[in-house]
């Protein structure tokens, strides 16, 4: 079974700060792992995503997430964020368990970009 | 190029009730998973569907039900509703079997509100 660990709830930051979003996870299995972004009253879009390869993942917007296996982190990063940047942010982590691919997201990081 | 689609958007239901929620997934994907999203809590999978059959399934009661139709539109049954079935819903389509690796295009949700 694995799990998936956003260490902070909301972070709030100005404009044109960096910003970087924390994810911890834990898995007994190879995982992917995924950001995505919700915005107010809207599903979930992806933001980027790490298979394999290069451990420095480039996404949309700016975005960028580095995997570190022996920290089994994630951490999402902006060098410098945008008041549009204001969303809820997901990490999840997808492995293969018995009975198929489940998906698990954290509870998610409220980001709030103040002018 | 139709994304992900769900009805309804908003919709109240009594303790007891059954309730049946839709969705049509994006041209071109055979997957569809479906995700509860409490409130200020981060989505979680409660089963995925691949041509028409189960693939993979959460932590659910069996009163968590599922269909795919061969068009591949998809919809979630819950019998027996609880106050705690109160959350998002959302629906999230994809590629092939394997929905670790590939990108999941999420729906708005339907908002179900037991009373």
């Known amino acids: 079974a694995q799990s998936v660990t956003q260490l902070d709830s909301q972070v709030p930051v100005f404009e044109e700060a960096p910003v970087e979003l924390r994810c911890n996870y834990s898995s007994s299995v190879s995982v992917y792992l995924f950001w995505y972004v919700q915005y107010p009253n809207q599903g979930l879009q992806l933001l980027l995503k790490y298979l394999s390869g290069s451990t420095l993942v480039k996404g949309i917007n700016g975005f960028e997430a580095e995997f570190n296996k022996s920290q089994t982190s994630f951490h999402l990063r902006k060098p410098s964020v945008h008041i549009s940047d204001t969303a809820e942010y997901f990490c999840?982590?997808?492995?293969?368990?018995?009975?198929?691919?489940?998906?698990?997201f954290g509870a998610g990081t409220r980001l709030f970009v103040k002018a | 190029e139709t994304g992900v689609t769900q009805s309804p958007t908003h919709l109240i239901k009594t303790r007891g009730q059954q309730v049946t929620l839709r969705c049509s997934s994006q041209s071109g994907h055979n997957t569809v998973s479906w995700y509860q999203q409490a409130l200020g809590q981060g989505p979680q999978f409660i089963f995925q569907y691949y041509r028409e059959e189960e693939n993979g399934r959460g932590n659910f009661p069996p009163r968590f039900s599922g269909l795919q139709f061969p068009n591949y539109s998809s919809e979630l049954n819950v019998n027996a509703l609880e106050l705690d079935d109160s959350a998002l819903y959302l629906c999230?389509?994809?590629?092939?079997?394997?929905?670790?690796?590939?990108?999941?295009?999420f729906g708005p949700g339907t908002r179900l509100t037991v009373l």
């Open positions: 999230a389509s994809s590629e092939g079997r394997d929905i670790g690796r590939t990108e999941q295009f």
């Open positions: 999840a982590v997808s492995a293969l368990n018995t009975g198929g691919f489940k998906t698990i």
